[in-house]
């Protein structure tokens, strides 16, 4: 359980961390939180050659607001998430997602950036970003550039980084008077998802629905959106008939994933099931 030997770089600034990536990019990994690379370099399923350290780098790690916006550094970690004031006020998906993953110890090391980056399709952070239709800031030798998060992964720990990209920023919207709920199965060894999902719910005094986003996770080889589900609630008074036969359709034209913790009939009875409770806890809330 010792990694192989590499070179280590630990650069002040993203533009000293682009061209260390640039110069080694096919034998180089970016370590943030290090509680996903590190597990893999010490069962040697990665052996880069150089190590770029991004934690030194001032300024990554913050959460401001930005107007209808609130901007969070890629090296802030879950802890900071789940525990930020301004996104409690501002953008409670996001702290009631962090406050989920794994335990205390990988929540003060792990962060946004790496989370994404990742990809892991059983990865929390990523349902609720693309609930949010998040924007995910990456800054390679061209210069930067935003992604939509629904376009930001492409499946089994793919995303649309290239290999000389550094993920330094996510963009979310400010969802003050909407409800929010974030809600997963996992199992107790890991707290990885088997399923998770994310609810954002604008809801007027009749409890019609006027806009729903779901995110789901731990189903597919990627997050996705639940979008016959959304079209299915918009517009509807929310009771339980309503919510259970749209989340029925949350799995439409999905490929479920089969492992350990499920088959695919499991794993999509089981996501009917935590869409519905998440809509309710949600509206709940
Ligand atoms: C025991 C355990 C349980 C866990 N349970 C959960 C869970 O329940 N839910 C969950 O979502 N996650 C879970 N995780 C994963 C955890 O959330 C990690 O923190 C996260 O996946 C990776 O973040 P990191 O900062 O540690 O990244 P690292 O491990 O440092 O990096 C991960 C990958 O992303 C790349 N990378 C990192 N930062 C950037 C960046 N800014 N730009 C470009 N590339 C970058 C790295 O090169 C590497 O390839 C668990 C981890 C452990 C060890």
Request: net charge negative; hydrophobic share 45%.
């Amino acid at each position: 359980m010792i990694p192989a030997p590499f070179e280590y770089y630990s650069p002040r600034s993203i533009n000293e961390a682009v061209d260390f990536l640039s110069a080694h990019k096919d034998d180089v990994k970016i370590l943030a939180g290090g509680q996903s690379l590190l597990p893999l370099m010490k069962m040697r399923l990665a052996k880069p050659g150089y190590l770029l350290d991004i934690g030194r780098i001032s300024g990554l790690d913050t959460i401001v607001e930005d107007g209808n916006h609130v901007i969070i550094g890629a090296m802030a970690t879950h802890a900071q998430i789940e525990r930020s004031d301004l996104l409690r006020r501002r953008c409670s998906l996001l702290p009631q997602t962090a406050a989920t993953i794994a335990d205390v110890q990988v929540r003060n090391c792990g962060t946004m950036g790496g989370s994404l980056a990742h990809a892991d399709p059983a990865g929390d952070l990523p349902a609720a970003i693309i609930a949010l239709d998040a924007e995910i800031k990456a800054v390679g030798p061209d210069g930067e550039r935003w992604i939509k998060a629904e376009d930001f992964f492409l499946g089994l720990l793919m995303s649309v980084l290239e290999p000389d990209e550094i993920v330094t920023a996510v963009r979310v919207p400010a969802t003050e008077g909407e409800k929010t709920a974030y809600l997963k199965a996992a199992p107790r060894s890991s707290g990885f998802a088997v399923v998770g999902v994310a609810v954002r719910l604008t809801l007027d005094s009749s409890q019609t629905c006027s806009r729903i986003a779901v995110g789901i996770t731990g189903v597919a080889d990627k997050a996705y959106r639940a979008e016959r589900v959304e079209k299915a609630l918009a517009g509807k008074k929310l009771d339980l008939k309503a919510i259970e036969q749209a989340a029925a359709e949350s799995t439409y034209n999905i490929d479920v994933i089969e492992d350990i913790n499920g088959s695919a009939e499991y794993r999509t009875h089981l996501t009917h099931v935590y869409v519905t409770r998440a809509i309710e806890a949600a509206m709940n809330g």
